[in-house]
């Protein structure tokens, strides 16, 4: 049983920064892809960045290039995203995601965690 808990969210100010961090526990990811999804209020979960086992490949959702970086840590068996120059709408759960197949830019992912509020006032 995976467990992936998600930290760092919260209420930030347009144009300020955040970083979320996913720890995983009960399996060893560290030969599995990990990213992270986002929610925003009346819309579908949609993709937002993903990286394979060892961080060397990156995929980002066209909205976030260049604002947010994925990386991992696998000693700590955790996954990151630093979001910096936000948007209020970018406001949204934001769930880690980890397992699955990363092939070219689609990723599909085995576990959710439960997801980390990020508020982005105006």
């Known amino acids: 049983q995976v467990q992936l808990v998600e930290s760092g969210g919260g209420l930030v100010q347009a144009g300020g920064s955040l970083r979320l961090s996913c720890a995983a526990s009960g399996r060893t990811l560290t030969m599995y892809p990990m990213g992270w999804f986002r929610q925003a209020p009346g819309k579908e979960r949609e993709f937002v960045a993903a990286?394979?086992?060892?961080?060397?490949?990156?995929v980002y959702a066209d909205s976030v290039k260049g604002r947010f970086t994925i990386s991992r840590d696998n000693a700590k068996n955790t996954v990151y995203l630093q979001m910096n120059s936000l948007k209020p709408e970018y406001t949204a759960v934001y769930y880690c995601?980890?397992?699955?197949?990363?092939?070219?830019?689609?990723?599909?992912?085995?576990?959710w965690g439960q997801g980390t509020q990020v508020t982005v006032s105006s």
């Open positions: 990286l394979n086992w060892s961080g060397g490949i990156t």
């Open positions: 995601a980890a397992g699955g197949v990363l092939r070219y830019s689609e990723y599909v992912n085995d576990y």
